[in-house]
């Protein structure tokens, strides 16, 4: 099956089952399957195609993926990242999750794949339970720490970790002048 083939979200988990793994390409191209070292250093953000091409993608490069499809298939979502905020250069492993939310018959699903200890599709009343249920997933995994929701935006090609993070950090000063 190809990306453009896919005609429905279970279609789309059984793709990336199939063809997408956890991992990064550095800046020399070279891969990082599940692993973190270097990331802050070394990690650009691929386009779907390279994606694609290369069968791998961090959350980042997988909700993007997914934000693709769901788009082609004309069913509405939103796209997140939870995240810590950063300030700390020493951080050796980012604490940040992008995920995916759509919505149809009423109801809202989580897909997942990403992580592999929550991959596959959740079904929720509404968009706020859902969210809560994430929030409250990865605040007992990170033993109490919370993190920050931001709605995820489009996803640049080419952006260095640092450029992503000052992107979504720009993106959470501007939302908390709207509220």
Known sequence: MKIFDITNPQELLEYMNENIRYGWLDKNNVEHIDTM?????????????????????????????????MSNLHIPYKAYCLRSYEDDPNIVEP???????????DKCYHFEHSNPEKRG????????Q??????????????????????????????????????????????????
């Open 130 to 179: 859902a969210l809560n249920d994430i929030l409250s997933y990865y605040q007992e995994r990170d033993k109490g720490e919370t993190r920050q929701l931001v709605q995820m935006p489009i996803v640049e090609p080419n952006m260095s970790w640092h450029e992503w993070n000052a992107y979504l950090d720009a993106i959470a000063e501007e939302n908390k002048k709207c509220l």
């Open 95 to 105: 604490k940040m999750h992008c995920f995916l939310l759509y919505f149809e018959n």
């Open 37 to 69: 070292k270097g990331f802050r250093d070394e990690y650009h953000t691929l386009t779907n195609g390279e994606v694609i091409i290369n069968k791998l993608g961090t959350c980042i490069e997988q909700t993007n993926l997914e934000v693709l499809v």
């Open 121 to 128: 599709i959740h079904e929720y009343e509404n968009e706020e």
